[in-house]
């Protein structure tokens, strides 16, 4: 990993922080500044969030979570590249951060980027195995390689995300009663748990019952979804 992390750039560099994380009391100023920023991202002002970001960046580069907010207000944007090279700067200062490891991984499967996003994945692995199998997985099925994705998937603990990866890889099998099963199993686990609903996940129940010709049932999918 060591190897890997230095022919992408992210260690070797004077940039790259040492020890632990800043505590928070230290930095009050910062968290208030990033705070004022994740409002503006949650009202839908990206670019007022990247202003403010950008801001809090230079007075203070060593939060993680100002990184990861830029790159997210520069995605909302459509700007990917750039998205990109602002994960890239963090990991130059945190080259092992699992989220800034899988956010650039997430980014450059969106730029089909392929063997560079499993890279980053299989660097996240020792610190957030489960969410990087899962992006395994998702680069897997964009390269139509559907055995690879489950041979991903076959190791987890299938919760709500897993399952509907493995629903689509069904999807793509025209396995259409077992996709329709397994999104029925993520919608009870989510119930359950009374996680936040998924967008467009009971558009794509709806879609599976029309391939069983259950038009009635997938009717009221689709109004669900509404």
Do not use: C
């Amino acid at each position: 990993d060591q190897r890997r992390l230095a022919a992408l750039g992210y260690i070797g560099s004077t940039q790259a922080s040492q020890g632990p994380l800043p505590d928070p009391k230290d930095h009050i100023g910062s968290i208030r500044k990033l705070k004022m920023a994740l409002q503006s991202f949650q009202d839908g002002a990206y670019d007022d969030a990247l202003r403010r970001t950008g801001r809090l960046l230079d007075e203070n580069p060593r939060m993680v979570d100002g990184w990861m907010l830029q790159a997210a207000a520069q995605r909302q944007l459509g700007r990917r590249e750039e998205a990109l090279s602002t994960v890239r700067s963090g990991l130059r200062r945190f080259p092992t951060h699992p989220d800034l490891l899988l956010t650039a991984a997430e980014v450059l499967l969106e730029l089909k980027r392929y063997d560079e996003a499993a890279t980053h994945a299989e660097l996240a692995m020792n610190e957030d195995a489960t969410t990087a199998r899962e992006m395994l997985a998702r680069i897997a099925i964009s390269r139509d390689d559907l055995a690879s994705a489950e041979r991903h998937l076959a190791a987890l603990d299938l919760r709500p995300s897993a399952l509907l990866l493995l629903a689509d890889i069904r999807k793509r099998q025209r396995r259409f009663p077992e996709e329709l099963a397994l999104i029925d199993r993520a919608i009870e686990v989510m119930q359950r748990r009374r996680m936040e609903p998924i967008q467009r996940l009971h558009y794509e129940r709806g879609i599976a019952l029309l391939e069983l010709r259950q038009p009635r049932a997938a009717e009221a999918a689709f109004r669900e979804e509404i």
